[in-house]
């Protein structure tokens, strides 16, 4: 089974300088691409000067993640994409049972290896860690990461199975599912697009797997910052225009009114803290929102599966009754 690990690179040549080799080293048979969204730091000339068996992809635009692998992907032949953030640190043998575990379960078409910090090696990254869910109201979360708590790696995760979602920085996708799909929907942008495919791959009756054995180490917030109000922006816009695409009909209005209510009292919270340009990236988030929300209920799939949360609100646990972690859930 043939893969193809696809980096997508903007203006990121520090980070292919850094992370590239083990890449080139550790990933055996797997053809190697970068995908670039017309970055203007020489990073191509970089990649092909010293990495002459790595394929360059080369995307007119910066069109964000979802329109850069969109716009990459179709040159790719290989049976299983690897969409592999350009900060990730991968391992010896880190393929080996990401294959194995297609080869022998047919039924999944999404996989996501075990993400560790690149800072903290011993614990989890936020993006991912050992595998994603949702809740009752669309907030996703992960085993070894609920909001801001993250776990130490004791090996408490050391197991393989299903998921609702897989991080987008190291994400495996059988190429005949991405294209049924129709890849990533690019009013996205960035953020989310992930979980947006996976629901709509759940939707389809698809499995997304979770596989411990494969390790990667994640730098996180390469390209944009946790602090900054932009991705406040992303995620708040995507979360919603994702509920109102894959919520069941009979959930869509409650559950948004909801979220809507919620995310309110986080703007508020932002007042609070004098962090007002979050507080007005909630704002456009939601305004946003509603000037696309026609168009999203047009995406909606003939068929929402209605078993798509694993906890009814992880927002009432973590913060009411003070369970911090997955195992506690």
């Not at 640190?89 to 080996?96: G, P």
């Amino acid at each position: 089974m043939n893969i193809a690990v696809v980096i997508l690179n903007w203006n990121g040549k520090a980070l292919l300088e850094e992370f590239l080799p083990k890449v080139v080293t550790f990933s055996g048979d797997a053809t190697i691409y970068v995908a670039d969204n017309a970055s203007a730091d020489y990073s191509i000339a970089y990649v092909e000067a010293n990495f002459p068996t790595v394929k360059i992809i080369q995307n007119t635009e910066n069109g964000g993640y979802a329109k850069g692998y969109n716009d990459a992907l179709p040159f790719v032949k290989e049976e299983i994409f690897c969409l592999l953030n350009s900060d990730i640190e991968v391992t010896e043998n880190w393929l080996t049972p990401i294959r194995f575990a297609f080869e022998e379960q047919p039924e999944t078409a999404i996989i996501q290896p075990k993400i560790l910090d690149f800072k903290q090696k011993t614990h989890f990254e936020y993006a991912g860690a050992a595998g994603g869910f949702l809740d009752k109201y669309g907030y996703p979360y992960c085993r070894g990461r609920i909001f801001n708590t993250i776990e130490k790696d004791s090996g408490q995760y050391n197991d393989n199975r299903e998921i609702f979602w897989a991080s987008g920085a190291c994400l495996f996708i059988r190429k005949s599912v991405f294209e049924e799909l129709g890849g990533f929907d690019e009013d996205f942008f960035a953020h989310q697009e992930e979980i947006d495919l996976c629901w709509r791959a759940f939707n389809k009756g698809y499995k997304t797997q979770y596989v411990s054995e494969s390790v990667v180490y994640h730098v996180g917030g390469a390209t944009l910052s946790n602090t900054n109000p932009q991705k406040t922006y992303l995620n708040f816009r995507n979360s919603l225009c994702m509920l109102a695409k894959n919520l069941p009909k009979e959930k869509l209005f409650p559950i948004i009114f909801m979220r809507l209510v919620l995310d309110g009292i986080a703007g508020i919270q932002f007042l609070f803290q004098f962090k007002f340009k979050h507080f007005w990236a909630i704002i456009k988030a939601h305004f946003h929102f509603y000037a696309r929300f026609s168009s999203m209920m047009k995406k909606r799939d003939t068929h929402q599966n209605k078993q798509y949360f694993q906890h009814k609100s992880i927002v009432y646990t973590y913060f009411i009754k003070g369970k911090k972690t997955f195992s506690q859930f």
